[in-house]
C-alpha cells in the first residue's frame, strides 16, 4: 500500500537531490488534491505516497496520479519532475 518513485531527468541524491523532491511535494500539497511525502530510499532521494484505507478506489488512484501529472506541469524549466 505503499509507493515510492523518484523524479525523471533530476539529480536523486545530495542536496540537489533533496531540493527537486521537496519542491515537487511542496506543488503537489499547495494543490490541496493529494498529499505525498519525500523518502530517501538506498541513498536516493523521492517521493512516498501510501494508500492504507479500506475505501481507497481506483478513482483516488486515478485521481492522485492527476494531481501528479498536474504537479510535474507547473514546475519550472529547472525543477522539471
Known amino acids: 500500500n505503499v509507493v515510492c518513485f523518484?523524479?525523471?531527468?533530476?539529480?536523486?541524491?545530495?542536496?540537489e537531490?533533496?531540493?527537486a523532491v521537496q519542491a515537487?511535494?511542496?506543488?503537489?500539497?499547495?494543490?490541496?488534491?493529494v498529499f505525498v511525502t519525500p523518502t530517501v530510499y538506498r541513498?536516493?532521494?523521492?517521493?512516498?505516497?501510501a494508500f492504507s484505507n479500506w475505501?481507497?478506489?481506483d478513482s483516488d488512484v486515478?485521481?492522485?496520479w492527476g494531481a501528479l501529472?498536474?504537479?510535474i506541469g507547473r514546475a519550472s524549466p529547472r525543477q522539471n519532475g
Open 69 to 71: 501529472q498536474a504537479a
Open 6 to 15: 523518484g523524479l525523471r531527468d533530476a539529480v536523486s541524491t545530495g542536496a
Open 43 to 49: 541513498d536516493e532521494w523521492g517521493i512516498r505516497a
Open 24 to 33: 515537487f511535494v511542496r506543488r503537489v500539497r499547495d494543490a490541496g488534491e
Open 17 to 19: 537531490g533533496e531540493a
Open 55 to 57: 475505501r481507497t478506489r
Open 62 to 64: 486515478v485521481r492522485t
